[in-house]
């Protein structure tokens, strides 16, 4: 089965610290998901990030990684080949 929400090799940076760095998962119908680590981890920034909410407001860009999630009113129809999907992708724009 398709997976609501898949998450790969997410990279998050504020200037020149790297606070997420190559996070991929993937989240199925039924299932949930604990993130967990020490503070200062990552697991906000990730979570933002999925949002499209980690730019606003802060130095924090999404370096690379593919967030592709699959519209839960589209699953409801009787095949999962026709749901709508959103993905972003994202790439590193500076030289490293």
Same mark, same amino acid.
């Given at each position: 089965m398709e997976p609501l929400l898949s998450v790969r090799d997410l990279t998050v940076t504020f200037g020149s610290f790297t606070a997420v760095d190559r996070v991929s998962f993937d989240l199925h119908e039924g299932q949930t998901l604990a993130v967990v680590g020490e503070s200062g981890s990552g697991k906000s920034v990730t979570a933002l990030s /999925?949002? #499209? $909410? +980690? !730019?606003? *407001?802060? #130095? *924090?860009? /999404? !370096?690379? *990684? !593919? /967030? $592709? &999630? +699959? &519209?839960?009113?589209? #699953? &409801? &129809?009787?095949s999962c080949s026709s749901a709508r999907t959103t993905c972003a992708r994202f790439a590193a724009t500076r030289s490293r």
């Open positions: /999925i949002m #499209r $909410l +980690v !730019e606003l *407001g802060t #130095r *924090g860009k /999404i !370096e690379n *990684g !593919e /967030i $592709l &999630s +699959v &519209s839960l009113a589209a #699953r &409801s &129809s009787t």
